[in-house]
């Protein structure tokens, strides 16, 4: 998994390599931010954009943030999926 940003609450946005799977080129997208009890985090797989939960939980809110923000961040993260991750001088 590749950095991608950090938004001001903590959550962090980390994205896979670009995978090929039965012929289609998918990115996991990953959101995962601290809490007292362990972590708050989700995945969305591209291009189906099929959101699955890991532990804790997102408000609703901030999920239909999120499904806005990799819908509108696609092309870049498969960009840098495909490139190896985004290239910090």
């Known amino acids: 998994m590749?950095?991608?940003?950090?938004?001001?609450?903590g959550t962090e946005v980390v994205h896979s390599d670009?995978?090929?799977?039965?012929?289609i080129d998918k990115v996991l997208v990953h959101?995962?931010?601290?809490?007292?009890?362990?972590?708050?985090?989700?995945?969305c797989e591209l291009p189906s954009?099929?959101?699955?939960?890991?532990?804790?939980?997102f408000s609703k809110d901030e999920l239909a943030f999120?499904?806005?923000?990799v819908h509108s961040n696609a092309a870049l993260l498969y960009k840098y999926?495909?490139?190896?991750?985004?290239?910090?001088?």
Do not use: C, N
């Open 2 to 9: 590749h950095p991608y940003l950090t938004f001001d609450d």
């Open 81 to 89: 999926a495909a490139t190896g991750g985004v290239k910090v001088a």
């Open 18 to 23: 670009l995978i090929h799977e039965d012929g």
């Open 66 to 69: 999120f499904d806005e923000f």
């Open 31 to 43: 959101f995962e931010r601290p809490t007292e009890s362990g972590f708050d985090s989700i995945r």
């Open 49 to 57: 954009y099929t959101w699955t939960p890991w532990e804790g939980s």
